[in-house]
């Protein structure tokens, strides 16, 4: 069974820097997808960016961008510019791309405070 | 374009009962997915749906179980209530299973269960 580790519970950053939120997994699958999704306090969760692992490229969505080393099985997320708005918890997820499933596979989250 | 509609938001039950939730998928989603989120446990798939077919289903007991209508929407349903389910309880629909894509889950905000 697949397995996301985020081993960061809190992690604090100033406003207009820079923070990365560690994420590690586990998997014997060679196919599969990473996703980082937000969720604000009482509100949706929300997609934030995700990755295909076969893709070598890291993706990129405005201020936030991953580093992918699928060797290594860690997916870490960079938030740049930090804004007061992108406090809230984070989840790293896992996907597998066999049998078409939707289900997610979680980590247990980090809590990101941005102080003004 | 309406989002991921979850009812209840809040309910409170004594253990013993039973309780229904439901969810409303963005019109044109056909796949539904439940998730129930705990502090202690964190995110756990409960089940997914397409086409009105259980597609797959997480650890849980029977005591769990849920249903997808012709209109996509879908209920879960929890029986015999005990302390441990009080919980938020999350919605996820997209566009089709995911197959060799990357769909995106769109989340509601989640019915909030507590188990008295």
Redesign the interface.
């Known amino acids: 069974a697949q397995t996301v580790t985020q081993s960061q519970p809190e992690m604090s950053v100033q406003e207009a820097e820079t923070v990365t939120l560690s994420c590690t997994y586990d998997t014997s699958e060679s196919d599969y997808?990473l996703f980082w999704?937000k969720q604000p306090p009482?509100?949706?969760?929300?997609?934030v960016i995700?990755q295909?692992a076969y893709k070598q490229q890291n993706a990129t969505e405005n201020r936030f961008s991953v580093n992918f080393q699928k060797a290594a099985k860690s997916f870490s997320l960079k938030i740049s510019d930090s804004q007061l708005g992108d406090a809230a918890m984070y989840?790293c997820a896992y996907?597998s791309?066999e049998g078409?499933?939707?289900?997610?596979?979680?980590?247990?989250?980090t809590k990101l405070t941005v102080n003004p | 374009k309406a989002g991921v509609t979850q009812t209840p938001r809040y309910l409170i039950k004594t253990r013993g009962q039973q309780v229904t939730l439901s969810c409303s998928p963005i019109s044109g989603h056909r796949s539904v997915s439940w998730y129930q989120q705990t502090p202690g446990q964190g995110l756990q798939f409960l089940f997914e749906y397409f086409s009105e077919t259980q597609r797959n289903k997480g650890n849980f007991p029977g005591r769990f179980s849920g249903r997808q209508f012709s209109n996509s929407r879908s209920e879960m349903n929890v029986s015999t209530l005990e302390l441990g389910d009080s919980a938020l309880y999350l919605c996820a629909s997209s566009l089709v299973p995911s197959g060799g894509n990357t769909g995106e889950l769109f989340f509601g905000e989640g019915s909030r269960l507590t188990v008295l």
């Open positions: 997808y999704y009482s509100r949706q969760m929300i997609l995700r295909e989840f996907r791309a078409g499933s939707e289900k997610l596979v979680f980590g247990k989250g």
